[in-house]
């Protein structure tokens, strides 16, 4: 069944608010959200000023930090987070996002930090989001970033793919740079302009360990400090 830390599935076509909610309970099934599921048939739906603290398990395609699948409507993540660890069996997975289908999605002032782990090939992983659909419109990242691990196959510091006919648009969004990630959108084979990549050798520490939110809060914008 769809999961989600407060629905698995919404699709009635109505609006939805959530507002200063944080899931600290792990959620598994198919479509595995810390907050939703599928956002199948919405108009708008708004997440503000809340996160998951809990490990999030999917057990086929299509997981994320906050919502597995943003399948419809007019999406916006504002002042949110994702600390617990995502994975899935399935492809499509981001530390915020899964994948955004039909959907216009805006995330600002937002942060990963849970790895993100798929066990399967031509899995698509993204720091924020996993899939940036065909039919997806447009999709804007503007003080974002991820510094979770990542693993699988076509992974991106930002995005794990994202199709020719997608528009996304970056401002101001970081992720670490690493092996596991080194470019904004995995299988992207041009610059991202306005995605920053920090890159972790260069730090003047001998040893990077561990969850990367205390470097995000020094080097990213305020806001971002969760």
Known sequence: ANAGGIAGRVANSFSVLVMDYTNE???????????????????????????????????SSYAGGLIAAAGSGTVTVENCWN???????????????????DSSLTIQNSLNTGSVTSNTTNSFVGGLVGLVGVTA?????TNGANGGALSGTNCGGLIGSKSASSTVAYT???????????????????TETGAIAMDTT??????????SIELLSADAPAVLTV
């Open 172 to 190: 101001n969004a970081l992720y670490l740079k690493r092996s596991d990630g080194d470019k904004a959108a995995g299988t992207s084979t041009t």
């Open 25 to 59: 309970i792990p959620v598994t099934g198919k479509y595995a959200g810390g907050l939703f599921g599928d956002l199948a048939a919405e108009k708008v739906v708004t997440l503000n000023n809340s996160g998951n603290n809990a490990e999030i398990k999917g057990t």
């Open 83 to 101: 600390t617990g660890a995502v994975s899935t069996s399935g492809a499509y997975i981001g530390g915020l996002v899964g994948t955004a289908g």
């Open 202 to 211: 260069k730090l003047t520490s001998t040893v990077y360990v561990g969850d």
């Open 137 to 141: 419109q447009d999709v804007t990242l």
